[in-house]
């Protein structure tokens, strides 16, 4: 089974900068490295939507709201994918998730960032 552990969150003022860490156990790392991997999150009363997708070959995409400030990153070694948050803003706050861009697995805990003076 599939499992992923999300940390690096944290309370942050606005401007200001957070690296989040995913790492995905249960899953071989060839399994792993054809998949395509995203970071998602969730506000209070909104939908969980995603924010960032890097794919098996290094291809990566961005929602609006996040390009220019994030950057995706994956070690197919660790099995770990990578969030570089920068320029952080209040509408950033949320729980963050990562999974596969299909979202075919079942969710983590995530790692909750606030961003807030």
């Known amino acids: 089974q599939v499992q992923f552990v999300e940390s690096g969150g944290g309370l942050v003022q606005p401007g200001g900068s957070l690296r989040l860490s995913c790492a995905v156990s249960?899953?071989?790392?060839?399994?792993?490295?054809?998949?395509?991997m995203g970071w998602y999150r969730q506000a209070p009363g909104n939908q969980r939507e995603l924010v960032a997708i890097?794919?098996?070959?290094?291809?990566?995409n961005y929602v609006d709201s996040v390009k220019g400030r994030f950057t995706i990153s994956r070690d197919n070694v660790q099995n770990t994918v990578s969030l570089q948050m920068n320029t952080l803003k209040p509408e950033d706050t949320a729980i963050y998730y990562c999974?596969?861009?299909?979202?075919?697995?079942?969710w983590g805990q995530g790692t909750q960032v606030t961003v807030s003076s």
């Open positions: 249960g899953i071989s790392g060839s399994a792993f490295r054809i998949s395509n």
């Open positions: 999974n596969s861009a299909s979202a075919r697995w079942t």
């Open positions: 890097i794919t098996t070959s290094g291809n990566i």
